[in-house]
Every structure is written in C-alpha cells, then in structure tokens.
C-alpha cells in the first residue's frame, strides 16, 4: 500500500442549480449524477469515488440543494444536506458568479460557520461573465466566510477542475482505500436507471410537472445479451398523467426511448424498457411514500 495515500470524504453543497451534479460528474469523468436545469433534480446522497493509485481517494456526496422547504420531501431533502456538512473531511461550496449574496447563500454561510470542515469556495459557471469580474466575485465572497481557499472554475467545460482534486488532496489525511480503484458510485443499478428515466422525464416535460414525479423500478431480469426493465413514473394528478402519457403514447416513448439510450451505455447491454405512469396524489408530503421511493435520512 501506498504510504503516501490520501483518503476522505467530500460534500458538494450549493443552492438548488448551480451546477453541482454537472461538476461531480466532470471530477469523475463519467455520468452519476442526473442533471437538469430544473432546481431540485438531486434529491438522494449520492456517493462516487474518485482514485488516483499516486494520491489517494475522494468519495464524493452530491447532496440535494439547500433551499427554503416546502413539504415534506423538501424538508428531508434539506435534512440530509446540512446534516452531511459535520461528517465531512471538505465542504465544496458551489455558488454562481456575482457580486450579490441572496437570502440563499446567506443562509449556507450560517450552516457553514457552525462546523469546523475546511470549506473550498467554487465560483461555478465563470465561462459566462466577463474574466475581470470574476476577482470582484472572489473579493465579495472572501470577505463574508474564511474559505480554505476560492477557486473559479466552469464545471460544463471543465475549466479548473484539475484544480479542484489537488486542493482536496491538500486537505485529506493519510489513510486507507475504502472502494478498490474500478468503483465510481456506491448507487446501485436499479437506483441509476430509476434517476436516468426521472432526468429524461425533467429534460421533456414542463416545469411544473417534474417536481411532482418519482420512478420506481419494478422489475429488471437478464435473460441472452438483453435486460428487461419495467418501471413506473408516479405523478400526483390525473392531468398530470396525460401529459407524461403524451398524445398517443408520444411523450412516453420520447422518454423512453432517451433513458433507455442511456441506459444501454451504462449497463453495456441491450436493453428493453417498458414504462407505465401512476396517479399518487401528495406523495411528496407522504412518510410512507417517500421511503417507499428511496428517499431515507438514514443512508
């Protein structure tokens, strides 16, 4: 073993689309995390595991966004986000480039000073204002927070995300490999391919609907060279039903046909996918049916 091996654990945080998922799955270099530019795409821990056989081993969260709630799920969702930041090595904080600090940030900013994780401020999307203002940016934000340090960076084009991984290592201690170095997640297939068909669902359907639904996995078998996978998307309102299902079929299949895309570079296999829709009024503020789609506090 490695004497010189680091090793620990990762938090990504940040307000609801600001980039998160896209920059875990450009430090990874392979897709994990779905991703959308609808707030609240990520709604679970998501665990992926960065190894360099020289350096050591990140295990990253990407942990749903921080917001203010608004039910149950909401709750829960922001629970498990700022429950993460006391159990971390590093905190990543994700913001956007500018000069003003929303009620949003704000808020991060009192989570943050209330643990002692060192905190590595990414100024996300820089790719997208003028390269001056980006020193502005940092001086507003240094000033509110002693960040460990503040780096700028485009998670989309991957511009200093190199950086990103040295300055972690910097703050890891010595320590053991926990995944050997072929593991990227700790998701299960099932948990993937559910979260794919949900992204497909967010990408082509209107934005109030995305929110409201939940994918559960109903079956996968293997049988010669071919996967079948039965799925169902669960919506809250019977209108809402009609729009997934599409004008004969249309949307449905459009989504199929995009998960299951995926879903065959994933898995390495054909794949047949069969999806059905379901009507579960308020299961965002149902207990049961939360845990029943996967989302616990506990993991």
Partial sequence: MNANFKSGFVTII???????????????????????????TTRNRIQTVYTDMEKGQIIFLDT?????????????????????LNEVDVILWLVEPSNFIGAGEQHIIEQLKKVNTPVILIINKVDTVDKDAVFEYIDTYRKV????????TSALR????????????????????????????????????AEIIREKALH???DEIPHGIAVGID???????IIDIDATIVCERDSHKGIIIGKQGAMLKKIGTNARYEMER???????????????KDWRDSDFLIKNFGYREDQ
């Fill in 14 to 40: 940040g307000r609801p689309n600001v980039g998160k998922s896209t920059l875990m799955n450009k430090l990874i270099g392979q897709k994990i995390a779905i991703t959308s530019n609808k707030p609240q």
């Fill in 64 to 84: 749903p966004g921080i917001h203010k709630a608004k039910n149950k799920l909401g709750e829960y969702m922001v629970n498990v986000a700022e429950k993460t």
């Fill in 145 to 152: 927070y002693d960040f460990a340090e503040i780096i700028p």
């Fill in 158 to 193: 991957g511009n200093n995300t190199d950086d990103i991984i040295d300055s972690i290592f910097k703050y890891l201690t010595y320590g053991p490999q926990y995944y050997d170095e072929d593991t990227i997640t700790d998701q299960p297939e099932r948990a993937i391919c």
């Fill in 204 to 206: 082509a359907l209107s």
């Fill in 219 to 225: 079956q996968m078998k293997e049988r010669k060279g």
């Fill in 266 to 280: 994933l898995l390495d296999t054909k794949v047949n996918l069969k999806l059905w829709v379901k009507v579960k």
